[in-house]
């Protein structure tokens, strides 16, 4: 199948038509040796073409600068066997007509057969201005097809003049010969010097003052008003920052309210799934290994599913509205005394997502040590397999309390995992070679209602991806610690001395002299292992080692909240050998900081890997994380014994 | 004129830009180049980025970024 491949400058309404040509009917594509996504999809079968159409990340010249805009460029190398481009769409915005035309001339030197599409020219129209689109492709010597940037109109003019587009022999001959690298046309691009480009953009803008765009009124259109006047409050330095806050905040507390009732629903189905399959089969070690073992092993990823979808798409939302750009701007300087980049600060707010899907954002930062720095700090972020650990802990200081307590005390552990990331990138900053130039130079976009279905193909992309890589490395590992918690004993009738005499206890108490210093003992160690299939496998964990059973619940429920009151009852009882209290306030505050920056995720590590190519790096993160996350833990236990 | 000696809101036509390669590329891509007309139209709270309204879009640039653009007097 031959492949058309759509380019354009960020912001240019590109996906926008994507989703016009392909309806919903596309899917992400991992593209090879990267982590990048693309996405293709075939058209409507309406417009009755032979081709699939490929959407790539926006890019302003055929020189790519970042991650991204690499991707862009090797699709049009055709890098990827199971890519064959052969026609290229250029999108522009009407409105930015002049300043995105360069890409186009560089695209025309390429020597690939390309159709123009001007989207957004019922905005241009708002203004009073119009593009003669039959002057302009006659000039040009390609078609060029105007798209209504509101309802769409035109796509199936597009569809025909890119169907009918004849390949010259000249071209064909260009394309085949892409294989080889240096007679690819994209490398004639190398002759492209500064001049070429600053003087194609100079003839395009004269070639525009002649006859193209007809200006019948001046007068500033209702859209770029809009930003006017959006913009003297959002970019102001004062008023700026207040609503930069308030729309932080109210991401957060949205996302968690929303989020909440669903992964209680999910929870739910799952256990009622499990206790259902451990009834009809009858608590044989197949009907347990299916109950406790696979579906527990899903539920236990399925669950951040919820937020980690409503975290992107407010996070998605935000972008499309245009106004992430302007936080990306407000945050730079801070951010850049840190050695990180505004740019750094997507990945980032999605770290408290999940890292996973996280790095990914992190592809925009041109800088390579400000995408190392940006990766490194990433992990420290509160993602959201932190939160039922908090939750337990936290609950154990105030018990009876206020219910704002928790609240409070998680916005704290929020701030300072803020100030960890900052911190840990600091202290980096200096070991990385700063070779390459920092750079920010970001275009804002015009404020815009949000579009439906790019907004969600993208929420639904990210999630994809979340299951995706970290879905199978969860699945295995609960599995695995189900597996290590019932055997070698797995007939035993008694489920505490089946436990107590199993793999994974005896790896506890085996490893109990490491767990020792941080005031805990192998049941807590257990479940500090286990947090390593998922972080809140730790709380169900404990249960298990605690031996909270539906039996044992107190009131003789199976609730989450009569097992979640059981298992704090337990703890607070919970002696060491010598007869101590375990869960001191010294060890929760231990414990909470150990999770605060110990790296235990397994898929977070996998996907720093890909992203950084460093065995090294993500290998000294893995280290220096988990032992200073366990110091800490230490130092304050110790502290405590001495006060 | 020195860059660092703009007023806010008030059109300059740029004469020049100086950069090294990978910031000259990108100010040229976002339509930074010999006539084009812009203004400085806010600053950030912390000094930094500016934002620039040119053509008929907005781009933020740090300080340094800014200042590899000469304006005509």
């Known amino acids: 199948m031959n492949h058309v491949i759509l380019v354009g400058p960020p912001n240019a309404g590109k996906t926008s038509l994507f989703n016009w040509i392909t309806g919903s009917n596309f899917k992400t594509v991992n593209y090879p040796g990267a982590t990048v996504n693309y996405f293709e999809g075939s058209p409507l079968s309406q417009y009755n073409t032979d081709f699939k159409v490929i959407d790539t990340p926006g890019v302003y010249s055929l020189f790519p600068k970042s991650q991204d805009e690499m991707i862009t460029h090797n699709i049009l190398n055709n890098d990827n066997p199971n890519i064959h481009v052969q026609?290229?769409?250029?999108?522009?915005?009407?409105?930015?007509?002049?300043?995105?035309?360069?890409?186009?001339?560089?695209?025309?030197?390429?020597?690939?057969?390309?159709?123009?599409?001007?989207?957004?020219?019922?905005?241009?129209?708002?203004?009073?201005?119009?593009?003669?689109?039959?002057?302009?492709?006659?000039?040009?010597?390609?078609?060029?097809?105007p798209i209504d940037g509101l309802l769409g109109g035109g796509v199936s003019q597009l569809m025909e003049t890119v169907q009918r587009?004849?390949?010259?022999?000249?071209?064909?001959?260009?394309?085949?010969?892409?294989?080889?690298?240096?007679?690819?046309?994209l490398n004639q691009?190398?002759?492209?010097?500064?001049?070429?480009?600053?003087?194609?953009?100079?003839?395009?803008?004269?070639?525009?003052?002649?006859?193209?765009?007809?200006?019948?009124?001046?007068?500033?259109?209702?859209?770029?008003?809009?930003?006017?006047?959006?913009?003297?409050?959002?970019?102001?330095?004062?008023?700026?920052?207040?609503?930069?806050?308030?729309?932080?905040?109210?991401?957060?507390?949205?996302?968690y309210s929303l989020a909440t009732p669903l992964i209680d629903l999910i929870d739910g189905w799952f256990g009622t799934m499990s206790t259902w399959v451990l009834s009809v089969g009858g608590g044989s070690l197949f009907s347990q290994f299916l109950a406790d073992g696979i579906i527990a092993g899903f539920g236990s990823f399925f669950v951040f599913i919820p937020q980690v979808a409503i975290l992107f798409l407010g996070l998605i939302l935000?972008?499309?509205?245009?106004?992430?750009?302007?936080?990306?701007?407000?945050?730079?300087?801070?951010?850049?005394?840190?050695?990180?980049?505004?740019?750094?600060?997507?990945?980032?707010?999605?770290?408290?997502a999940c890292a996973v899907p996280a790095s990914m954002a992190a592809r925009t930062?041109?800088?390579?040590?400000?995408?190392?720095?940006?990766?490194?700090?990433?992990?420290?972020?509160?993602?959201?397999?932190?939160?039922?650990v908090y939750a337990l802990l936290f609950a154990f200081?105030?018990?009876?309390?206020?219910?704002?307590?928790?609240?409070?005390?998680?916005?704290?552990?929020?701030?300072?995992?803020?100030?960890?990331?900052?911190?840990?990138?600091?202290?980096?900053?200096?070991?990385?070679?700063?070779?390459?130039?920092?750079?920010?130079?970001?275009?804002?976009?015009?404020?815009?209602?949000?579009?439906?279905?790019?907004?969600?193909?993208?929420?639904?992309?990210?999630?994809?991806?979340?299951?995706?890589?970290?879905?199978?490395?969860?699945?295995?590992?609960?599995?695995?610690?189900?597996?290590?918690?019932?055997?070698?004993?797995?007939?035993?009738?008694?489920?505490?001395?089946?436990?107590?005499?199993?793999?994974?206890?005896?790896m506890g108490q085996y490893l109990e002299p490491v767990f020792e210093p941080m005031g805990v003992d192998w049941r807590v160690g257990v479940g500090l292992l286990s947090a390593f299939a998922a972080r809140e496998v730790f709380v169900s964990a404990l249960a298990v080692v605690f031996n909270v059973t539906e039996e044992t619940t107190l009131d003789g429920g199976d609730s989450e909240e009569s097992i979640a009151t059981t298992l704090l009852e337990k703890m607070r009882t919970a002696k060491l050998s010598n007869g101590q209290l375990i869960f001191t306030t010294a060890t929760i505050i231990g414990l909470i900081l150990f999770f605060m920056i110990a790296l235990q995720c397994i898929a977070t590590v996998g996907v720093i890997y890909q992203e950084t190519e460093s065995v090294r790096f993500v290998m000294f993160q893995l280290f220096a994380f988990n032992l200073i996350a366990y110091a800490l833990a230490v130092l304050v236990q110790q502290v405590s014994h001495l006060i | 004129m020195a860059i660092m000696k703009l007023s806010l809101n008030k059109e300059y036509e740029i004469e020049q830009v100086s950069a090294e390669k990978l910031l000259l590329e990108r100010l040229q891509e976002l339509g930074f180049i010999r006539g084009q007309k812009f203004s400085i139209v806010s600053k950030s709270i912390f000094g930094e980025p500016f934002v620039i309204k040119i053509a008929n879009a907005k781009v933020a640039l740090r300080k340094k970024e800014l200042s590899s653009i000469k304006v005509k007097p």
């Open chain 1, 87 to 145: 026609k290229a769409i250029v999108v522009v915005d009407a409105t930015q007509f002049e300043r995105h035309m360069g890409l186009f001339e560089q695209l025309k030197s390429v020597k690939i057969p390309v159709v123009l599409a001007i989207t957004m020219m019922d905005i241009l129209k708002e203004s009073g201005q119009s593009i003669d689109t039959q002057a302009l492709s006659e000039s040009l010597g390609v078609p060029v097809v």
């Open chain 1, 165 to 185: 587009l004849e390949i010259k022999e000249k071209q064909i001959e260009a394309l085949k010969s892409s294989k080889s690298k240096k007679s690819h046309p």
């Open chain 1, 189 to 255: 691009l190398k002759r492209w010097e500064k001049k070429d480009f600053e003087n194609s953009l100079n003839n395009l803008f004269h070639l525009k003052n002649k006859t193209f765009i007809e200006v019948k009124t001046r007068k500033n259109w209702h859209h770029l008003k809009l930003t006017e006047s959006l913009d003297r409050v959002l970019l102001h330095p004062f008023f700026g920052l207040v609503f930069f806050f308030l729309v932080m905040s109210g991401l957060f507390t949205s996302v």
């Open chain 1, 318 to 352: 935000l972008e499309d509205t245009g106004y992430l750009a302007r936080a990306t701007t407000l945050v730079d300087k801070p951010l850049s005394k840190i050695g990180l980049n505004g740019r750094s600060f997507v990945p980032l707010l999605s770290g408290y």
């Open chain 1, 365 to 388: 930062i041109t800088n390579k040590r400000e995408r190392w720095l940006t990766l490194f700090a990433l992990p420290l972020m509160t993602c959201s397999a932190r939160l039922p």
């Open chain 1, 397 to 506: 200081f105030f018990v009876g309390q206020p219910a704002w307590y928790g609240g409070v005390a998680l916005a704290l552990v929020y701030f300072l995992s803020l100030f960890f990331g900052a911190l840990f990138a600091l202290l980096l900053k200096n070991f990385l070679p700063q070779d390459e130039q920092s750079l920010f130079a970001l275009e804002l976009p015009l404020y815009r209602r949000p579009r439906i279905m790019p907004v969600l193909s993208q929420v639904l992309a990210k999630t994809k991806y979340f299951v995706k890589k970290a879905g199978p490395i969860i699945f295995t590992l609960s599995v695995l610690i189900w597996a290590g918690s019932v055997f070698p004993n797995y007939d035993m009738e008694d489920d505490v001395k089946r436990l107590q005499t199993s793999y994974i206890s005896q």
